[in-house]
């Protein structure tokens, strides 16, 4: 794909909805069926049997390559209880397996990652510098172990809400932290947090830190598996989301688009595209996943 017709092709979308027009049902339908070649090519969160994905890496790369995508981030879960977190020797053998499967061919450039996840509302995160020095592609998740936010959830919303943005704060000043994985996945809890829930004013500093920071701003596919509880429509949803990635863009924050795939096939990021279509990000805030230096 050449930039400038991936320009051209959000610029389009980004005129549409600009236009108002996004809104309707048949025009996004229409700028949905832009050009194939404006499609981002990169799918930077996945999982293997390293973590809880389905398929073996070996597997899981020959997937990147038969799909033809350009480049794809193996991020296995780097938790406390995980193999990859407790054993010194498992991490070696998995960025010892990566080395090898990625060698020998150049379909599609192979990313040594890992998700990690918060520990609590302040951003410490589950990796140290030492060993995040090892990989080329560091992601950061709020789960289960994210004390304040997804563990022990504030019966108060408001309390709730305003722990996810100081946690996504905290998480801007680890300088080895490269992306946030799919921020705002907080609607399963009790209460649930929409997108359309958080505030604006603290949505605006988190994105002018995440900017200055350059944090990059993950949108998976299976977002509405973290709504599933809510009872919104997944379209209200994916409506909320957009307005929220248009409020990150506009404060220059960057975007990767991923499957996080775990079973749901790799490569496959048909929801991030739409997202990133109608919220009119340039271009120019899509990560270049080629360019992330090698390790
Ligand atoms: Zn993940």
């Not at 998700?115 to 020095?133: C, K, N, P």
Request: aromatic fraction near 6%; proline fraction near 4%; charge should be negative.
């Amino acid at each position: 794909m050449t930039d400038s017709s991936r320009r051209r092709f959000l610029q389009s979308a980004a005129a549409l909805s600009a236009a108002g027009l996004a809104v309707s049902h048949k025009s996004v339908l229409a700028a949905d069926r832009g050009p194939l070649e404006g499609w981002i090519n990169h799918d930077l969160h996945s999982h293997t049997t390293w973590s809880d994905g389905a398929h073996s890496l070996p597997l899981h790369v020959l997937e990147a390559r038969a799909y033809e995508l350009d480049a794809m981030a193996v991020t296995d879960h780097y938790v406390p209880g995980s193999k990859l977190h407790d054993s010194e020797e498992q991490l070696d053998a998995y960025l010892e397996q990566i080395d090898r499967e990625r060698a020998g061919q150049d379909d599609c450039r192979i990313i040594k990652g890992v998700e990690a996840t918060v520990l609590d509302a302040t951003g410490r995160i589950s990796i140290d510098a030492r060993h995040a020095e090892r990989l080329e592609w560091v992601l950061c998740d709020l789960s289960g172990h994210s004390e304040g936010t997804l563990r022990h959830t504030p019966a108060d919303k408001q309390a709730y809400m305003e722990n996810v943005i100081r946690t996504y704060l905290g998480l801007c000043d680890v300088d080895y932290l490269d992306a946030i994985a799919h921020p705002f996945n907080t609607g399963n809890t009790t209460p649930a947090a929409a997108p359309a829930d958080y505030p604006e004013r603290l949505l605006r500093e988190l994105a002018a830190k995440m900017a200055e920071k350059r944090k990059v701003f993950d949108i998976i596919n299976s977002m509405i598996f973290w709504f599933q509880k809510t009872g919104v429509p997944p379209r209200e949803i994916t409506a909320q989301y957009v307005e929220m990635v248009k409020l990150f863009a506009a404060a220059g924050v960057m975007f990767q688009v991923s499957s996080d795939d775990h079973r749901t096939g790799l490569g496959n990021t048909r929801w991030p595209q739409l997202v990133i279509t109608r919220a009119g990000v340039p271009s120019a805030q899509i990560v270049d996943a080629l360019a992330i230096p090698r390790k």
